[in-house]
């Protein structure tokens, strides 16, 4: 639980009693290597923060599967339209490693809310979430192939390390053998 606190210490200072809560109302979950978290149709009724391991985002579309991200340890994730609008998924969200995580229910998220700190780092979080999609998106759609790989390696070098390679070339929106001339040539 430790970890989350730092995470939210980041944004906010946390009192004695808002940290017992967040120990009251959050909980540890563990998930094997490709494990589902959340399957399409699921409501998705918690967000997560990533401890350990590595979480892929994705939908199906005509058949194939679409990475849109791939989260890393000391990020949180969810599907936001399922999760806010109390909808069926229509996304996955599946361990890529063995993974830990800290679940809050909506319920908890709620309760939480009576702390003035849980709504300035929910406020921040959101805040810094919505900036990074609106930076991310132009910032990918402005650049080649190789730009697309060169600016996720700059922003997301665990994915570059860690995740498969036909999931990363998904992400930036590349075939997979595009991606492997790139990484190819950037040995050169």
Not at 15 to 34: G, M, S, T
Not at 105 to 134: A, C, H
Not at 150 to 179: F, N, W
């Amino acid at each position: 639980m430790q970890k989350l606190i730092d995470y939210i210490t980041q944004f906010v200072k946390l009192n004695d009693e808002a940290i017992q809560a967040l120990k009251d109302l959050a909980e540890i979950e563990i998930y094997r290597k490709n494990q589902y978290i959340l399957e399409n149709g699921q409501r998705c009724n918690k967000i997560w923060f990533l401890k350990k391991g590595m979480v892929r985002k994705f939908h199906l579309c005509d058949g194939k599967e679409i990475t849109t991200w791939i989260h890393t340890e000391n990020e949180t994730f969810t599907s936001l339209q399922s999760y806010a609008q109390n909808t069926p998924s229509d996304e996955f969200l599946q361990a890529c490693e063995d993974t830990e995580v800290i679940g809050i229910t909506k319920t908890n998220s709620e309760k939480l809310s009576r702390y003035p700190q849980f709504i300035v780092f929910t406020s921040t979080l959101m805040e810094r979430e919505f900036v990074n999609i609106d930076k991310h998106s132009k910032a990918l759609n402005q650049r080649d192939a190789k730009g697309k790989y060169e600016y996720l390696r700059e922003i997301a070098p665990e994915i570059i390390k860690r995740a498969k390679i036909g999931h990363i070339a998904s992400v930036i929106g590349v075939s997979r053998e595009t991606l492997s001339r790139i990484r190819r040539s950037s040995f050169l």
